[in-house]
């Protein structure tokens, strides 16, 4: 059975910085592209970082030089360090795992992010 478990997620002033985790277990995790999604409330979920089983990361713009994403494949981990928060990166972030060869994919429950202005 596959799980995605994030964790990591509060409620932090604007300025502050959050670290989240996801532990995968039943998957081989270093086959895997591993991913961070928002969703605000009323909006679509959306990409904010990705790293691939190399190691190359993605981001999108409004995250770049804030955000942080990590894998460690030892411990089956995907982080994003998550600094300089606004907020409008108030939203439940949930972790993703696609694999790279078949596509498939499966979600985490999410953590709520809360950032006080």
């Known amino acids: 059975q596959v799980q995605l478990v994030e964790s990591g997620g509060g409620l932090v002033q604007a300025g502050g910085s959050l670290r989240l985790s996801c532990v995968a277990s039943g998957i081989t995790f270093t086959m895997y592209k591993m991913g961070w999604y928002c969703q605000a409330p009323g909006k679509q979920r959306e990409l904010v970082a990705a790293i691939n089983s190399r190691g190359s990361t993605s981001y999108v713009d409004s995250v770049k030089g804030r955000f942080i994403i990590s894998r460690d494949n030892a411990k089956n981990t995907v982080y994003l360090q998550m600094n300089s928060l606004k907020p409008e990166d108030t939203a439940v972030y949930y972790c993703?795992?696609?694999?790279?060869?078949?596509?498939?994919?499966?979600w985490g429950q999410g953590t709520q992010v809360t950032v006080s202005s």
């Open positions: 993703k795992a696609e694999n790279s060869f078949t596509s498939n994919s499966y």
